[in-house]
T-cell receptor
Framework: AQSVTQLDSHVSVSEGTPVLLRCNYS??????LFWYVQHPNKGLQLLLK????ATLVKGINGFEAEFKKSETSFHLTKPSAHMSDAAEYFC????????????WGLGTSLAVNP | DGGITQSPKYLFRKEGQNVTLSCEQN?????MYWYRQDPGQGLRLIYY???????QKGDIAEGYSVSREKKESFPLTVTSAQKNPTAFYLC??????????FGNGTRLTVT
């Protein structure tokens, strides 16, 4: 069975410092992995996705994530946080190409302090 | 601009009333989805439709109904049978092989 665990429910960083949001998954198949961002009272926006191509995936707004099969991890990083990055972030795993089987993490709330 | 429009943004209803949430997309996507989001939880799938005139129950379909008479539209009705309807509702659509695109959500409050 597939599952996804976001290891931190809240992360707080200072503006200009690195961001690390952690995600571990379990999957019986070759998974597709996604990170979505949600700003308050808004829909979700895709940040990046991994679908068995390059293990280091670059996304929008300077975010990137590295797929590490040996660690079953897909952590989201950004070198320098911006105030506008404050939002909720969701890690998602699915069977490749089958969005019916999307499994959502519970989310990590990122706060960026001036 | 192409996108998904959910309306209204905020909706208030009395307990016992049915209410319909609108979702319209002009992305020409075949598949559409309804999710429910509660505080501190991930998204839970209510219903989805992969083609016009066809839809399937998701993980928490009880107390909800949908229709898919047009490709562009996938309205969700929250019925009086839904025991805990207050939540943030998200509509999404997708094309084959592409990730989900989301609307901006409708926050439903039932008192």
């Amino acid at each position: 069975a597939q599952s996804v665990t976001q290891l931190d429910s809240h992360v707080s960083v200072s503006e200009g410092t690195p961001v690390l949001l952690r995600c571990n998954y379990s999957s019986s198949y070759s998974p597709s992995l996604f990170w979505y961002v949600q700003h308050p009272n808004k829909g979700l926006q895709l940040l990046l996705k991994y679908t068995s191509a390059a293990t280091l995936v670059k996304g929008i707004n300077g975010f990137e994530a590295e797929f590490k099969k040996s660690e079953t991890s897909f952590h989201l990083t950004k070198p320098s946080a911006h105030m506008s990055d404050a939002a909720e972030y969701f890690c998602v795993v699915s069977d490749a190409g089958n969005n019916r089987k999307l499994i959502w993490g519970l989310g990590t709330s990122l706060a960026v302090n001036p | 601009d192409g996108g998904i429009t959910q309306s209204p943004k905020y909706l208030f209803r009395k307990e016992g009333q049915n209410v319909t949430l609108s979702c319209e997309q002009n992305l020409n996507h075949d598949a559409m989805y309804w999710y429910r989001q509660d505080p501190g939880q991930g998204l839970r799938l209510i219903y989805y439709s992969q083609i016009v005139n066809d839809f399937q129950k998701g993980d928490i379909a009880e107390g909800y109904s949908v229709s898919r008479e047009k490709k562009e539209s996938f309205p969700l009705t929250v019925t009086s049978a839904q025991k805990n309807p207050t939540a943030f509702y998200l509509c999404a659509s997708k094309a084959q092989g592409s990730p989900l695109h989301f609307g901006n959500g409708t926050r439903l409050t039932v008192t």
